[in-house]
C-alpha cells in the first residue's frame, strides 16, 4: 500500500518561495502519477498540478501556472512542488495524491480519480 508524507510548508512573506516534497513507501513511486492539491479554510479542494510517471508531462491549473513548478526524483521515491511568487491567497494545507495509471506520459487534476493521498502540510502566506 503505498504511503505519502507531505513536508515542506510553513510560514512565508509574500513575494516568497517554499519547496514542498511528497515522499513515498510502501510502493514504487515511479507506477503512480502524482497531482498536488490544497484547501484553504472553508473552501473546496481545488487541483494545482501534476505530473505524469516518466516527468514528462506535468499540467497546472491556472491560479498557479507560472508560479508553480512540479517535479519528481524517482530514485528518491519523492515528488516536488516548487512555489515562487507567494501571495496570502496560496495560504492553504497542501496535499499530494497518487493514482496508478496506465498512460506512462500523462496525468490529470481532478480529486475523483486518485486513490492515495497525504495528509497535508500547511503553508501560511503572510507578513
Known amino acids: 500500500q503505498l504511503q505519502l508524507v507531505e513536508s515542506g510548508g510553513g510560514l512565508v512573506q509574500p513575494g516568497g518561495s517554499l519547496r514542498l516534497s511528497c515522499a513515498a513507501s510502501g510502493s514504487t513511486l515511479e507506477n503512480y502519477f502524482i497531482t498536488w492539491f490544497r484547501q484553504a479554510p472553508g473552501k473546496e479542494r481545488e487541483g494545482l498540478s501534476c505530473?505524469?510517471?516518466?516527468?514528462?508531462?506535468?499540467n497546472y491549473a491556472d491560479s498557479v501556472e507560472g508560479r508553480f513548478t512540479i517535479s519528481r526524483d524517482n530514485a528518491k521515491n519523492t515528488v516536488y512542488l516548487q512555489m515562487n511568487s507567494l501571495k496570502p491567497e496560496d495560504t492553504a494545507v497542501y496535499f499530494c495524491?497518487?493514482?496508478?495509471?496506465?498512460?506512462?506520459?500523462?496525468?490529470?487534476?481532478?480529486?475523483?480519480?486518485?486513490?492515495?493521498w497525504g495528509k497535508g502540510t500547511l503553508v501560511t502566506v503572510s507578513s
Open positions: 495524491a497518487a493514482k496508478n495509471f496506465f498512460v506512462r506520459n500523462s496525468c490529470f487534476i481532478d480529486k475523483r480519480g486518485m486513490e492515495y
Open positions: 505530473i505524469s510517471k516518466s516527468g514528462l508531462f506535468t
